[in-house]
């Protein structure tokens, strides 16, 4: 699935096709879900104890009057494009009928009767929290008028760091590898509780999220900070921790990518990777975390496009082994949630086998959800003819759409479905969850060098402070470039900071644009994100050392930028460029808060990397 997030954070002025009903009737509900004793609380729903789960014989029942195409559609989760579910934006229904052969989300549920929609800023789901509860309480509202209609689960990849789908003004938290780096499980939960509090009230109940990969290879593509670190156990920690706090407010949490993704040098969207590791070392590292996931009661687990020969000699990616997912999984680890595949149109599930065939041996290898598949026509008639023709069996689906069930009634989907109007204003973006999201990043920024004591910084000897580097696009609808965000924060903060946007591959013209805004300045401060032994990020702080201006360098992504940038005379590692994670990096530069991270993973030298240059649990401090 694409990790980038795009598209407007305002809120959409005279709304004309709202998709938010008023407060649904007891009788509605109660209707649609077959006669299932209904808990529609007195006001927006925030947890899960609100909802009163029903049994499998409930379930059964629903299961029994459902016809064998509406159970294949149970089992697949599906992208859709627009704001809308009636009422989409032109150039979203054209998109639609390109890939889905459908205009709306209202009409792929009517034709294919899918369980579960996925929501992405890039197809125009996620404009703005009330725009996306419209949206949500829309798409409920379509299936719902469908004959023997049940709820949807609505999905998305709110990991918040670099990957994050809902932006401002919901809160943002920082990622993974940052939380690692404040080593806090409390803050942890904290980040699931109040991330899935607000995701639930704009009507998401599946995040997948958190990412359970054990990230040892740093040239890792796909991974990295997504990940909480190299340490299995202090990762699986912090994995129980971000679990148990979604699941509390109401949200299906996905630890993924199961077998485990971290110690890879492809990305799996766009080839297929082997993992090498031996059976013992999978079970002492990869493993680890998914184990203690389990053991925090985990509702979901995501599939990885990987091979894993010491697991499955066949060669299939593990989304398709039934050794893997069946043997390992449900057997050896005891586990009967929903396991749902990572998306079916990453090049990694695809290099082997046809569209046609990859739902077909997923649901064989033990899946319950179907992501997002290339072309859904062609995926849903594959697994329906399975049926008809003998190699699947109708048995197969029911136990898949039992586990789905279970986790929709246990979250209160199939009891109460909708959001409300003014649940949305009392929990998204509030100023205690902000609040929230500024202390914990300011537990998080890691300082790995500082020379001299060149940090903080004084507003007094060096008050003109220069920002330049790296401004990748925003993974998370943010306010802005980080350059520009950290400049903004320095100047607050009393500095005289200016911005220049130097990017990722700087130009000899860029280079000498900032090495002449350098004469003017105090100090500088230097963006990096993903520094090469031969790229020109390190040839521009290399010309501005020779300036003989102090260079403070923070890595923006990967803290492994400073094992080539030995020169600078302070690094901090914020670990993403997220607004969240920038600003406090701008306070502790300033002094304002003192570095308080310790590094998750460790950092090779460039020049040797069998040698650690600063190992896991190093970081200063004033």
């Known amino acids: 699935m694409r990790d980038s997030s795009t598209g407007s954070t305002a809120r959409p002025s005279g709304r004309t096709e709202p998709d938010r009903p008023s407060r649904p009737s007891r009788r509605t509900v109660l209707a649609a879900t077959a006669g299932m004793t209904a808990a529609l609380a007195?006001?927006?729903?925030?947890?899960?104890?609100?909802?009163?789960?029903?049994?499998?014989?409930?379930?059964?029942?629903?299961?029994?009057?459902?016809?064998?195409?509406?159970?294949?559609?149970?089992?697949?989760?599906?992208?859709?494009?627009?704001?809308?579910?009636?009422?989409?934006?032109?150039?979203?229904?054209?998109?639609?009928?390109?890939?889905?052969?459908?205009?709306?989300?209202?009409?792929?549920?009517?034709?294919?009767r899918v369980g579960g929609i996925i929501y992405f800023a890039w197809a125009h789901n996620t404009r703005d929290p009330h725009q996306i509860a419209d949206l949500s309480n829309g798409i409920q509202r379509a299936s719902l008028e469908q004959p023997r209609g049940l709820p949807l689960l609505i999905s998305t990849d709110q990991e918040h760091g670099i990957v994050a789908r809902v932006g401002k003004p919901a809160t943002l938290f920082p990622g993974a590898m940052a939380l690692g780096a404040g080593g806090s499980r409390a803050d942890a939960r904290t980040v699931g509780r109040i991330g899935?509090?607000?995701?639930?009230?704009?009507?998401?109940?599946?995040?997948?999220?958190?990412?359970?990969?054990?990230?040892?290879?740093?040239?890792?593509?796909?991974?990295?900070?997504?990940?909480?670190?190299?340490?299995?156990?202090?990762?699986?920690?912090?994995?129980?921790a971000e679990v148990k706090g979604y699941q509390s407010s109401g949200v299906a949490a996905t630890a993924k990518h199961f077998p485990g993704h971290g110690d890879t040098a492809v990305d799996s969207h766009f080839g297929f990777p082997v993992i090498t590791h031996s059976r013992e070392l999978w079970s002492a590292l990869d493993a680890v975390p998914f184990r203690a996931a389990i053991r925090a009661g985990i509702d979901s687990i995501m599939t990885a496009h990987i091979m894993v020969p010491a697991l499955?000699?066949?060669?299939?990616?593990?989304?398709?082994?039934?050794?893997?997912?069946?043997?390992?999984?449900?057997?050896?680890?005891?586990?009967?949630?929903?396991?749902?595949?990572?998306?079916?149109?990453?090049?990694?599930?695809?290099?082997?086998?046809?569209?046609?065939?990859?739902?077909?041996?997923?649901?064989?290898?033990?899946?319950?959800?179907?992501?997002?598949?290339?072309?859904?026509?062609?995926?849903?008639?594959?697994?329906?003819?399975?049926?008809?023709?003998?190699?699947?069996?109708?048995?197969?689906?029911?136990?898949?759409?039992?586990?789905?069930?279970?986790?929709?009634?246990?979250?209160g989907?199939?009891?109460?479905?909708?959001?409300?109007?003014?649940?949305?204003?009392?929990?998204?973006?509030?100023?205690?969850?902000?609040?929230?999201?500024?202390r914990i990043a300011e537990r998080t920024t890691t300082l790995l060098v500082n020379k001299e004591g060149l940090l903080p910084l004084s507003r007094r000897c060096t008050p003109r402070v220069l920002v330049v580097g790296a401004d990748p696009a925003s993974p998370s609808l943010s306010d802005g470039p980080p350059t520009t965000v950290l400049a903004g924060a320095l100047t607050e903060l009393g500095f005289t900071a200016t911005a220049l946007s130097t990017g990722t591959a700087p130009s000899a013209?860029?280079?000498?644009?900032?090495?002449?805004?350098?004469?003017?300045?105090?100090?500088v401060v230097v963006g990096t994100y993903n520094v090469t032994a031969t790229g020109s990020q390190k040839t521009l702080v290399e010309r501005l050392l020779a300036t003989g201006v102090p260079v403070i360098a923070?890595?923006?992504?990967?803290?492994?930028?400073?094992?080539?940038?030995?020169?600078?005379?302070?690094?901090?590692?914020?670990?993403?460029?997220?607004?969240?994670?920038?600003?406090?990096?701008?306070?502790?530069?300033?002094?304002?808060?003192?570095?308080?991270?310790?590094l998750p993973v460790a950092v090779q030298r460039a020049d040797d990397p069998a040698q650690v240059l600063y190992p896991i649990g190093y970081g200063l401090t004033y």
């Open 196 to 240: 899935g509090a607000e995701l639930r009230a704009i009507g998401i109940s599946q995040d997948y999220s958190p990412d359970a990969d054990v990230n040892v290879n740093p040239a890792n593509p796909v991974i990295g900070v997504r990940s909480f670190g190299a340490d299995p156990d202090a990762v699986a920690g912090m994995v129980a």
């Open 554 to 598: 923070v890595a923006i992504r990967n803290p492994y930028d400073i094992a080539l940038l030995p020169g600078v005379g302070a690094c901090l590692a914020s670990y993403s460029w997220t607004d969240v994670e920038v600003r406090a990096a701008a306070r502790v530069i300033a002094g304002r808060v003192d570095p308080r991270g310790k």
């Open 312 to 411: 499955d000699p066949a060669g299939d990616p593990a989304t398709l082994s039934h050794p893997i997912l069946t043997g390992i999984l449900r057997g050896e680890l005891g586990y009967d949630g929903v396991v749902v595949t990572d998306s079916l149109g990453m090049e990694g599930v695809r290099t082997k086998y046809g569209d046609d065939r990859v739902p077909v041996l997923a649901l064989k290898a033990g899946v319950d959800q179907l992501l997002n598949p290339p072309d859904l026509s062609v995926a849903w008639n594959a697994v329906l003819n399975a049926v008809r023709g003998g190699e699947l069996t109708e048995a197969r689906l029911d136990e898949s759409i039992l586990r789905i069930l279970r986790l929709k009634s246990k979250h």
């Open 42 to 112: 007195a006001g927006p729903r925030a947890h899960a104890a609100d909802a009163r789960p029903h049994g499998d014989k409930a379930l059964r029942a629903l299961i029994s009057r459902m016809t064998l195409e509406e159970k294949v559609g149970q089992l697949f989760v599906m992208r859709v494009y627009g704001h809308s579910a009636t009422a989409p934006d032109q150039a979203d229904i054209d998109a639609n009928l390109k890939e889905i052969g459908v205009r709306t989300a209202a009409e792929l549920i009517a034709k294919y």
């Open 509 to 523: 013209t860029t280079i000498a644009k900032a090495v002449a805004a350098a004469a003017d300045a105090d100090a």
């Open 413 to 438: 989907v199939l009891s109460d479905p909708y959001v409300r109007e003014g649940g949305v204003d009392r929990v998204v973006g509030i100023p205690a969850h902000l609040r929230a999201a500024d």
